[in-house]
């Protein structure tokens, strides 16, 4: 499957974007779908995860409460809405697509990435 990321952009502090990642290829629903992040220097870290049919979504501590992950199946589409960004949530966002995995914040579970997009909170 091929995952193209987009949505990224400048953002102030409190502000909010909605990233999307749209799939082609393969059945995009067989997929378990991931949104990871990298900061420079830093490791590419987990940041929000949804099931095949978005029954069950789980996020890193850092992001509950200000960031959703939902999909589309019908339209190969993950999304990322981001709101009350803040400066430390800076990174390269990259989606990804995982077909079975119980450690589901190790990206090397994942099977498929896209190219990322790079979002920017000013404060």
């Known amino acids: 499957v091929q995952l193209q990321a987009s949505g990224g952009g400048l953002v102030q502090v409190g502000g909010s974007l909605r990233l999307s990642c749209a799939a082609s290829g393969r059945t995009f629903s067989i997929y378990n779908m991931g949104w990871f992040h990298q900061a420079p220097g830093k490791e590419r870290e987990f940041v929000a995860r949804i099931t095949r049919y978005g029954r069950s979504t789980y996020y890193a501590d850092s992001v509950k409460g200000r960031f959703t992950i939902s999909r589309d199946n019908a339209k190969n589409t993950v999304y990322l809405q981001m709101n009350s960004l803040k400066p430390e949530d800076t990174a390269v966002y990259y989606c990804?697509?995982?077909?079975?995995?119980?450690?589901?914040?190790?990206?090397?579970?994942?099977?498929?990435w896209g190219q990322g997009t790079q979002v920017t909170v000013s404060s």
């Open positions: 990804a697509a995982d077909s079975g995995s119980s450690r589901i914040e190790d990206p090397e579970q994942y099977d498929y």
